[in-house]
């Protein structure tokens, strides 16, 4: 019943899962990324930040677009459609059409050989459309309807490496498969299926109306599903272990949100509003043990079923002081609920089992700052987020309990500079931030536990920073694009985590007097939190030349990400992800009108993996 930190908001509505949200929507207008706590103007689950997604609307005039990639070596074939105009005087509508598709990169070869199988390949395609309806000045209606659907052989691991206490069986007989450990590897041996599903729908409802000069009404109602299938042999080997490890997940949501605003330019600018948020969760779970590892466990189906609702009040307004000095604050305060029921079954040892859990927490979310036009090309702000995610009820497929998680409290103080120079030539931001997170809420695996993970308030985390962002054109032709972040996010109280498997006493696994390491506790205070690379970068370099009548641009970039901790409750070095570059380039060619481009490019030019 936890959700993430960040929220997913598509066209105003917030997603309460973001599986929902990553669609690879072709007809995109432009994505913002909101970092820090958000929760003041946006829905739930915004407690580190936002990203918002806002699709095109459709045109005046007809429009035809299409476009078809086509990627080796992995005969990765994309394509879209979209259509868009007018079909009534006070309505247009627009249409759009996508498919994807690629192999899969790593190979199974049981008994060292190959069977055919590929994992990580993806069979995908989807469709939106808009309709909207103006029926007068100030007013606008509009209709959003979505659907995709996903079919990969996805995940599986590979054997990178072997460490001084492998993992039994399983890895002996990966390695008697004919699998050699190294970072190149793509090869696996498992004698289970892989395959995940998705299918997600939705429509959403938008009304914006303006009741005075000053005030425009806002009401946006949307009913969205969610349908994910996943199977895989979790013990990623050609043993019989957990060959059958199923989820069959089902989600689906109402939101409503009504919001009043006032006029731009005036001295005082507002918006206050009402949301509400229901979700029903349908998971069954299903695990068939094997005789070659873990056979005592036999057969186990838990079945969870989960509805939350949360209701909210929010506002925020920006005063101006004077035409340079703003003040801004902002305020939600929400209710949410949780009720949950899980059917455990374990037939092999006759046990059924019924649990039930229910929690409410009310909580608040403020922002107040300020901000000041140094000049007319500069501006100076300094805020100060005091964000909320509401906790919940965290459940695992065995025959336990619920327990409870409390709610995570985040507090952000940010100063930064937003600036354009040399008329609007370049633009320069940068950005520095302090976070400490209350309460954090961590998945892990607890101690004792073999199988499976659990969220819980395993941590406190403090995170602090610095990020710039450049975009110039110091000639007509030429364009630089620079992104920057320096992070230090550290857990500051994290003891008690559990022991990652073959964690030795001088790894730090204090093992409590039992032999096994699974049963032992560590301090993870002080060690860098999950995906905090403490730099990573980003350039892209473009060029535009003319070539006999057509407009040609070569884009060159490079994306660097420092070392980070990856695996939970891992901070050694079989626990990191090693820093690495990535290389990619773009070679266009288009018409003077626009209305044809064709391109070549690659990603990953250096073959990193």
């Known amino acids: 019943t936890i959700e993430p930190s960040s929220a997913f ?28 706590p958000q929760g003041t103007l946006f829905g739930k689950s915004a407690s580190s930040g936002v990203v918002q997604i806002i699709t095109r609307d459709p045109t005046d005039e007809f429009m035809l677009k299409a476009g078809i990639t086509y990627a080796d070596p992995l005969d990765e074939l994309n394509g879209h459609v979209s259509v868009s105009g007018a079909i009534a005087d006070t309505i247009t509508a627009s249409l759009t059409g996508r498919f994807g598709s690629h192999d899969g990169l790593f190979k199974n070869i049981p008994n060292g050989v190959p069977d055919g199988r590929e994992f990580g390949d993806r069979d995908d395609y989807g469709f939106r459309s808009k309709v909207i309806f103006n029926p007068a000045d100030g007013m606008t ?70 009741v005075s000069d000053a005030l425009t009404l806002s009401y946006i109602g949307s009913s ?53 948020f229901e979700q029903n969760i349908n998971n069954d779970l299903l695990q068939i043990f094997g005789p070659d590892v873990y056979a005592s466990l036999g057969t186990r189906n838990s079945v969870i079923k989960t509805q939350t609702r949360n209701q909210a009040l929010f506002g925020q307004g920006t005063y101006h002081v004077t035409d340079r000095l703003a003040l801004i604050l902002g305020a939600r305060v929400s209710d949410e609920s949780v009720d949950s029921n899980k059917i455990f079954n374990d037939p092999t040892s006759g046990v059924l089992a019924a649990y039930s859990a229910k929690k409410t927490d009310t909580g608040s979310v403020y922002r ?120 230090d996010a550290a ?41 905090a690379p403490n730099l990573s970068a980003s350039l892209d370099v473009g060029y535009t030349f003319d070539l006999g009548g057509l407009a040609g641009k070569v884009t060159i970039g490079s994306s660097y990400r420092d070392d980070s901790m990856v695996y939970a409750n891992n901070p050694t070095d079989s626990g990191r992800q090693e820093a690495y570059a990535l290389v990619r380039g773009r ?16 990603r990953n030019l250096a073959d990193k993996r």
């Open 587 to 602: 070679v266009s060619l288009e018409t003077q009108d626009g209305r044809y481009r064709v391109s070549l490019f690659g």
């Open 141 to 210: 209606f509009k209709v959003i309807a979505d659907y995709y659907q996903s079919d990969t052989n996805c995940c599986i691991w590979t054997l990178r490496s072997l460490g001084p206490n492998p993992n039994g069986l399983a890895d002996a007989g990966t390695i008697g498969a004919g699998i050699v450990p190294s970072e190149d590897n793509t090869n696996t041996s498992i004698g289970g299926n892989v395959r995940t599903t998705v299918e997600s729908k939705g429509v959403s409802f938008h009304a914006d109306m303006n």
């Open 9 to 36: 908001v598509v066209d105003g509505v917030v997603m309460g899962l973001s599986s929902s949200a990553l669609s690879d929507l072709p007809d995109i207008e432009r994505v913002e990324v909101l970092r820090g």
């Open 224 to 276: 969205r599903e969610l349908d994910l299938f996943n199977q895989n042999d979790a013990d990623s080997s050609p043993v019989l272990g957990l060959d059958i490890n199923r989820s069959d997940f089902v989600q689906s949501q109402n939101t409503h949100e009504l919001r009043l605003a006032s006029a731009e330019a005036t001295k005082l600018e507002w918006v206050a509003g009402l949301y509400y």
């Open 368 to 487: 107040f700052g300020t901000q000041y036009d140094i000049s007319d090309n500069i501006m100076g702000f300094a805020t100060y987020t005091r964000g909320y995610k509401a906790g919940g009820v965290a459940v695992t497929l065995t025959n336990s309990d619920y327990t409870e998680v409390e709610p995570e409290i985040p507090s952000n103080f940010e100063i930064g500079l937003r600036s354009d120079w040399f008329d609007g030539n370049m633009i320069l931001n940068a950005t520095a931030f302090y976070t400490t997170i209350e309460d954090f809420q961590i998945q892990s695996r607890p101690p004792g536990q073999q199988l499976g993970f659990i969220t819980s308030n395993a941590a406190e985390v403090k995170s602090k920073g610095l990020e710039i962002e450049l975009l110039s054109r110091p000639t007509d032709d030429l364009t630089i694009n620079l992104n920057m972040a320096l992070l």
């Open 491 to 531: 857990y500051d109280s994290f003891s008690g985590a559990a022991c990652f498997p073959g964690q030795t006493v001088e790894e730090g696994c204090n093992r409590n007097g039992a032999g096994d390491p699974l049963n032992g506790t560590q301090d993870l205070s002080g060690f860098d939190t999950l995906y």
